[in-house]
C-alpha cells in the first residue's frame, strides 16, 4: 500500500495550488479517500473527503467554498484543489485511506501518505 502527495508550494495569500495524492498497492475504489493537515504544533485535522464513486465531498467548515476535493478513479488518484488561501492553510497535508469507502472525518484511517508542505504567506 502506497500514498504519495505532490504539489506542495510556498505561494501567497489568495493563491491556489492542486495537491495530488496517487494511490497503488490496493483495489482504490474500495476506499473513500481524505486530506488532513497539520500545522505546527497543533493536531492533524481533517480538511475533505471523498467516497469510493467520487460523489458526496464533506469539507471541514474552515475550508468549506474554498477547497474542492476530487479523484479519478482510472487514475488512482485524489485531489485536493485550494482556492483562495490564507495563512490559516499553512501546514502538511495527508492523503488518507477510508476503509468504509465513505470518505468522511472521524473514521479510523488506515494507510497515510508521508505528507506534502504547503507554506501560505500573508
Known amino acids: 500500500v502506497q500514498l504519495v502527495e505532490s504539489g506542495e508550494g510556498l505561494v501567497q495569500a489568495g493563491d491556489s495550488l492542486r495537491l495530488s495524492c496517487v494511490a497503488s498497492?490496493?483495489?482504490?475504489?474500495?476506499?473513500?479517500m481524505v486530506w488532513f493537515r497539520q500545522a505546527p504544533g497543533k493536531e492533524r485535522e481533517f480538511v475533505a473527503g471523498i467516497n469510493w464513486r467520487g460523489g458526496n465531498p464533506a469539507y471541514s467548515d474552515s475550508v468549506k467554498g474554498r477547497f474542492g476535493i476530487s479523484r479519478d478513479n482510472a487514475e488512482n488518484t485524489v485531489y485536493l484543489q485550494m482556492n483562495s488561501l490564507k495563512p490559516e492553510d499553512t501546514g502538511v497535508y495527508y492523503c488518507?485511506?477510508?476503509?468504509?469507502?465513505?470518505?468522511?472525518?472521524?473514521?479510523?484511517?488506515?494507510?497515510w501518505g508521508q505528507g506534502t508542505q504547503v507554506t501560505v504567506s500573508s
Open positions: 488518507g485511506r477510508d476503509p468504509t469507502g465513505w470518505g468522511r472525518s472521524g473514521t479510523e484511517y488506515d494507510a
Open positions: 498497492g490496493f483495489t482504490y475504489t474500495d476506499y473513500g
